[in-house]
Every structure is written in structure tokens, then in C-alpha cells.
């Protein structure tokens, strides 16, 4: 399943770091999470996690800024680092309430209601102020990618696939999207066998698991 490491990987491709992706059965029933999960010297057991040498990390927000620091990509001055944290957590939470109605409200009213202008969490008032943000800039921080491109790329991707015409009007937000989709290490990834398209979540999810669920495959 894509779920929340996707957007990890695109950054290892991208900063072109070698690893080595395990992913788990897509169920939470699965032996080999179960085996794992408390053996792995995890602090905070959970999936996504990285092994890199000596360091155990979970929270695909901490990872994603782990190897941002790494790769060069968590902003390169003190303005770009405070506009990549401030647009990353705010991804974060489209990430959030995107999940929260796959998960548990994946119904025509929980759809209407996510697609609505006028709710506090909906998508339209997550694209309207992600799009002002976005003018005249590359990317969100600036002129240089960042893991926060990377975590909105994911979600837009996500509501693009189910939701399809969701993110339309907002022109800086499809940008966006579409310099990331077509960065050629991202290309390549999706021509790879490492990519994982869908399923989106867990088979306990309402939405984003069923083939019906998948509105728009998007090359
Ligand atoms: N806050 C965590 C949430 C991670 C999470 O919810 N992981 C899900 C899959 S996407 C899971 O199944 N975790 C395994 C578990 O809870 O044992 C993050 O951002 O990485």
C-alpha cells in the first residue's frame, strides 16, 4: 500500500540514496509486523520506520526531515527552513483529515462534506491557502524542494486518484504537483517495480482499499 511512506521514498529517489524498502502484508494481522514491531529497537513501534546504521526512526514527519537534513532538502536558509516546516505540518494535516475520512467516513455525506468550501477541514480551504502560499515560488519553500512538497505531492495525489477534478482551480497547487510528478527520478520510480500505486490504505479502511475505489489511475 502506499499509506505514509510513499512520499519517504520519493525523497530517497530523488536525493538518489540507496535502500532497502520492506514493505509489510497489508493488514494489521500480519505476522511479520507483529514480529517486528516490538524487536526492532523502535522507540515509537510503527510503520513507516527507517534503519539507517545506529539510527532507529519512526513518524514519517521526523524521517522525512531526516533525510530533508541529509539530502539537502529541509530548506537552505533560515526563511526557506521556516517555510518548509510551516507548509510540512500543514500538509500534514490535510494528510490527517484526508485519512480520517478514509478511514471512518468514507460515505456521500463524509465525501460532500471533505469537498466542501465551507467546512474547517475540508480540501477547498486546505487548496485555497496552499495555492496563495504557493505564488511566485518554485516550490513551497521557495527555490528549492523540499520534504514538504513531497508530503503535499502525496496527499494531491491521493484526492486526484479518488476524488478526481478535486484539486482543480487552483493553478500554483497543480504546478506543484506536476513538477514533482515529472521530476525524472520520480518518472523512473513509477516505471520501477519499487513503486507502489495502490492500494492507498489498509483493508480496514472505509475508502482507498476497494478497486471501485480507484476513480482515476493516473500514469
Ligand atoms: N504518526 C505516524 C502514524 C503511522 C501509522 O498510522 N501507521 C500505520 C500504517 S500507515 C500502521 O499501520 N502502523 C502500524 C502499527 O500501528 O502497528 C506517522 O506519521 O508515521
New binding site residues.
Given amino acids: 500500500?502506499r499509506?505514509?511512506?510513499n512520499p519517504i521514498q520519493y525523497m530517497l529517489e530523488v536525493a538518489e540514496i540507496p535502500y532497502e524498502f520492506k514493505r509489510y502484508p497489508c493488514t494489521?494481522e500480519a505476522v511479520e509486523?507483529k514480529e517486528d514491531?516490538f524487536n526492532l529497537g523502535l522507540n515509537f513501534?510503527?510503520?513507516?520506520y527507517i534503519i539507517d546504521g545506529d539510527v532507529r526512526l519512526?513518524?514519517?514527519?521526523?524521517?522525512m526531515r531526516y533525510i530533508g537534513r541529509k539530502a539537502n532538502m529541509v530548506g537552505t536558509t533560515e526563511e526557506e527552513m521556516r517555510l518548509a516546516d510551516e507548509s510540512g505540518y500543514k500538509a500534514?494535516d490535510l494528510r490527517s483529515e484526508l485519512?480520517r475520512v478514509l478511514y471512518t467516513d468514507w460515505t456521500e455525506s463524509g465525501k460532500a462534506e471533505f469537498l466542501n468550501p465551507e467546512t474547517r477541514l475540508g480540501l477547498p480551504g486546505f487548496l485555497k491557502l496552499f495555492d496563495k502560499f504557493l505564488e511566485k515560488k518554485k516550490y513551497l519553500a521557495g527555490e528549492h524542494i523540499t520534504f514538504a512538497d513531497f508530503l503535499l505531492y502525496e496527499s494531491l495525489m491521493w484526492c486526484e486518484m479518488l476524488l478526481p477534478d478535486s484539486t482543480d482551480g487552483y493553478p500554483n497547487v497543480t504546478a506543484l504537483r506536476e513538477r514533482i510528478h515529472n521530476l525524472p527520478a520520480m518518472q523512473k520510480l513509477r516505471k520501477s517495480e519499487k513503486f507502489v500505486s495502490w492500494p492507498i490504505?489498509?483493508p480496514d479502511a472505509q475508502g482507498g482499499h476497494r478497486k471501485e475505489d480507484l476513480r482515476k489511475e493516473i500514469p
Avoid at 45 to 48: D, L, T
Avoid at 58 to 63: H, K, Q
Wanted: hydrophobic content about 45%; cysteine-free; overall charge neutral.
Fill in positions: 500500500m499509506g505514509y511512506a494489521l509486523w514491531k513501534p510503527n510503520i513507516p519512526t513518524e514519517s514527519l521526523a524521517i500534514l485519512t490504505t489498509t
